[in-house]
């Protein structure tokens, strides 16, 4: 598309063909990181967990006679993975619908939001926000003009495995290979990146058991520092960054370090503003935690590094800083 086509739009983005890849969203300014770009109410809401070609035809045909011709359109008009495999109601569906939030029940149909295309390292998070109940896209990174809106079609977890895993599944479910930046890397980046999220995944694996808060709490907090050195290398910023600084809340809480989970809280909080808006879901409820630590019901468990909210320590220079805030990791 060439910038002339899109420089009078008031609208962030436009709806375009990217080549290779079917319809697709561009930006047509620069975005900055934590723009909030989209969000989208659902057409309709379906059962996550209905995977029946036949009872999925049913219920969408019911869900559309309550729409409106131009909505009824716009459903059809969206791509079909399936086209061969399936009735289009389903086609369509199994393409295009999310699940709301990762254990939900639901799944939602989004009309914009299904127009965007996948990467491995997308530009965008997107999360189901009950309080709007849209789904949200917010710019993870600064966004160029001109430049693709992508999200990530698989799982967080799953989205850090090797090359071969992630191809295969996008090809069974998608129907497409993955030619995204970090998939076209030559062989041995491409090694590099596997193995860094290789170890992504086996740190949040060990740093999920509960016990390690307590019992090795400086190698659960080196965990998380590692995680996140190793996704700043992946150039990955999606939620999973707000995660592992409320990881690293609660391991200093635990712990009796109040200053420094009180950081870690307000990290949490940022990461989250960022990725999911002011609006995000348990946000209100995290920033409590910034104030007054100690309100967390794993506070006082033990006050082997115990510290005060007038301990937190105030440096111009980041890396002095960081040196301060990470010293648990390294007892
Ligand atoms: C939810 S739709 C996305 C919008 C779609 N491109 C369209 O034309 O409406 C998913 C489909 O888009 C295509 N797609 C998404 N990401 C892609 C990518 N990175 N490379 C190639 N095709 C992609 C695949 O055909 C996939 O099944």
Redo the contacts with the bound molecule.
Sequence with gaps: MSPQSHSQSPYLYSFTH?P?????IVANYYIRRGTRIISDAPLFKIPNYTTDPAAVTSYVTKALKGKSKDEQRMFLS??N?YPKDYMPFYGITK??ALPLGPDSEDAGLFLTV??????CSPNTNHTWNSNTGTETIHAIRDILRGEEI?IC?IGSGKSSRDREGRRKE?AA????????TICDLPPEQSLASDSRRAEIEKLDEIVGQGDLLMLRASMALNSCRTMLRLMDEERIYDKRVSRIYYDAFQICIANGDVARASVFARKTVEERMICEGPDSVGLEDQKVFIENPQSHRLAGLSNIWKTGLENIREYDDQEEFNVWLWKRADS
């Design positions: 990217v290779g890849k079917g319809m697709g969206l791509f993975a393409t295009n299904a127009r965007l295309n996948h990467s992508t079609y996008l479910v998608f129907k497409f290979e993955c030619h995204c």
